[in-house]
């Protein structure tokens, strides 16, 4: 095309020569004509014309066609498209052709647009004009960026791909920055959407040390929400109902757009029914209908509420249900203290562990029943104003109570398994529901226990006798010790105070020292009992006769004395020695006094005699 006009311009000229060689010819006669002839033009092949006629047609190029310099950024006008292409003439002397892709950011262009073109070359080797419309845009585009953003324009760009965090927007011919928080006011799920698309854009962040621009689509309906937000604000009243539109959905609630304001619809506030994730109800984009149950003073907090729209499941809410009724229901929800069962949806009710079996040991809501399960409960309390419910498992079996002194009386035995133990005692399971306590006392005869955890663990079997039954008090006293013969009945003669046993110094402890006499008794040796004959201390493992000075069958306390053996045969000795000499001086006193006798008669005799 551009070649035809070429050709018609070059006609054109041709004829223009021609004519004004007729007129010269006709106007001048041959003499003179010849005179003034140029034959240097001639010669090069170029007849004389008129400057007159060359002047007028040199001002009619110069009006007509365009000074196609290179590398220059002109404006042109569509003048034909094709599927692949677009002509574009900026008057010169050929069209130039450029490619749509260099259009992909304007998919609107028509016949008849003007755009900006840079001539790369003014003729290639078939003689087209080579035009660039990405150039051009190149070249003027920072300047457009400026400007768009100084004046706070709006600008057309093309979305070219996705990259991370946002998207490449074309801009001018520069790719600029859309990060995804400012595509729209919403959060967006699906970038793809939007490759391929041409949309508003404004300007919002330019970077002239490394030439980055930043753009927002967000910015430019921010405004316009901005004025909605402000007459819905204006609007709002408790109670009142709005559409609104789910925005996002998190663990605690569902955020809900109203038109450009916000507000929160808590878990709590979704259904009657408790659920564990508000998906269970809404989902993302869905329209409903939602109640405004409270906002803070500038309304910048909006509390809403969706289940509130329905009437609450109590007030549905049967009267045939009343305390002792049984009812099925489903386990919702379970904690440490109980369980709760959804009887009807939307009314719950509680399951205390401690109502879940007739057993007094402490266990947990977890091993009776599983979220999920399908149970039978007894009503026990009903509250409907305060819409509060408790049940019962145990009840819907009997109370192994309610025969308990036929099945345990005093005196019986059984067998029972250890389930817990404390500081004073243990804890037996007789059958379940009925626990019985054996004090530390009542363990064994003649072992001195600290702890229960050094004579039984717990899952043991022990065989019990029951030492006190009260029913009331739904109390149960066992002994284990009882159902063996008390040792220290026949110890008690054994070890009987005076009694001698040889055994060895076991420890050596506080204030004396223990001896073992037998795997029932262990003995005590106060200090000043250790004190052999020769005036030493005992010292451990030395064996030695011990002499019984206490023994206290209740307090299962013996004590000996290794001193006392020697000490006692030492008072003997004393003694003996005593005697005798009490008997030799009874016996001397005997003889002197018949000797005195004796004397004393025969100084009678002779004063006697002299008397005569």
Same mark, same amino acid.
């Given at each position: 095309? *551009? ?16 004519? /004004? !060689? ?13 005179? &003034? ?82 001539? @790369?070359?003014?003729?290639?080797? %078939? ?95 921010? *405004? ?34 109203? #038109? ?37 003073? &500038? ?29 099925? +229901? ?8 109980? *369980? ?51 049940? +019962?498992? !145990? ?20 067998? #029972? ?39 039984? /663990?717990?899952?043991? /079997? ?21 159902? %063996? ?59 030695? @006769? ?58 009678? !005799?002779?004063?006697?005699?002299? !008397?005569?």
């Amino acid at each position: 095309m *551009a070649e035809e006009k070429t050709s018609v311009e070059v006609e054109e000229t041709t004829e223009t020569v021609q004519e /004004t !060689k007729e007129k010269v010819q006709t106007q001048q006669d041959p003499k003179e004509y010849l005179e &003034n002839f140029d034959w240097e033009k001639y010669e090069e092949g170029i007849e004389r014309v008129d400057d007159t006629k060359l002047k007028e047609f040199e001002a009619l190029v110069e009006e007509n066609f365009v000074d196609t310099a290179d590398e220059e950024v002109v404006e042109g006008k569509v003048v034909h498209m094709t599927d692949r292409e677009a002509i574009i003439d900026i008057n010169a002397k050929s069209e130039g052709v450029i490619s749509l892709n260099e259009f992909r950011y304007n998919p609107d262009l028509k016949v008849g647009d003007k755009v900006e073109v840079l001539i @790369d070359i003014r003729e290639d080797k %078939t003689g087209q004009l080579v035009l660039s419309h990405r150039k051009a845009r190149t070249i003027m585009a920072w300047d457009r960026v400026n400007a768009a953003h100084d004046k706070e324009e709006i600008v057309q760009g093309f979305v070219k791909c996705r990259t991370k965090g946002g998207m490449i927007v074309d801009v001018f011919g520069i790719e600029a920055f859309l990060p995804g928080s400012q595509i729209d006011v919403k959060p967006i799920r699906d970038y793809d959407q939007y490759v391929g698309k041409t949309m508003e854009f404004k300007v919002v962040k330019i970077n002239h040390e490394f030439k980055n621009v930043v753009v927002s689509h967000k910015a430019l309906i921010e *405004a316009d929400i901005e004025e909605q937000k402000k007459e819905i604000i204006g609007q709002l009243e408790k109670g009142q109902v709005l559409e609104g539109v789910v925005k996002n959905v998190t663990s605690y609630g569902v955020f809900i757009d109203l #038109g450009g304001v916000d507000g929160l619809i808590h878990i709590t506030d979704l259904s009657w029914s408790r659920i564990n994730h508000p998906n269970e109800v809404v989902e993302l984009d869905q329209k409903l209908n939602v109640v405004i149950l409270d906002f803070d003073d &500038n309304k910048s907090r909006i509390q809403l509420g969706l289940k509130q729209l329905e009437k609450h499941p109590w007030d549905a809410l049967g009267d045939e249900i009343k305390i002792g009724d049984k009812v099925k +229901g489903k386990v919702v929800v379970i904690a440490d203290y109980g *369980a709760f069962i959804e009887v009807a949806e939307g009314v719950e009710g509680l399951i205390h562990v401690s109502e879940m079996s007739w057993s007094t040991h402490l266990r947990s809501a977890q091993d009776f029943v599983s979220v999920g399960d399908e149970v039978e409960a007894v009503v026990l309390t009903l509250d409907r104003e305060d819409r509060k419910m408790s049940l +019962g498992i !145990k009840q819907l079996t009997p109370d192994p109570w309610t025969d308990i002194t036929s099945k345990y009386p005093v005196g019986s035995r059984h067998k #029972g398994i250890v389930r817990n133990f404390t500081n004073f005692g243990v804890f037996v399971e007789m059958e379940e529901g009925i626990d019985g306590l054996i004090y530390i006392s009542d363990l064994s005869w003649t072992k001195k226990i600290k702890h229960p955890s050094e004579f039984v /663990t717990v899952g043991d /079997t022990l065989e019990v006798e029951v030492l006190e039954l009260d029913v009331d008090g739904r109390k149960l006293s066992l002994g284990h010790k009882q159902t %063996t013969e008390n040792p220290w009945d026949k110890y008690a003669e054994e070890f009987a105070e005076g009694t001698v046993h040889k055994a060895a110094i076991s420890e050596i402890v506080d204030k004396g020292a223990t001896v073992t006499f037998n795997e029932d008794i262990v003995g005590f040796i106060p200090s000043r009992h250790m004190e052999k004959e020769d005036g030493k201390k005992l010292g451990k493992g030395e064996e030695v @006769d011990f002499k019984i000075i206490e023994f206290n069958k209740d307090f299962k306390r013996v004590v000996a004395s290794h001193t006392a053996i020697f000490r006692e045969q030492e008072e003997r000795n004393v003694s003996t020695a005593k005697r005798k000499a009490a008997a030799a001086a009874e016996e001397s006193k005997t003889t002197l006094g018949d000797a005195n006798s004796q004397l004393q008669a025969l100084k009678d !005799k002779m004063e006697a005699d002299s !008397k005569k």
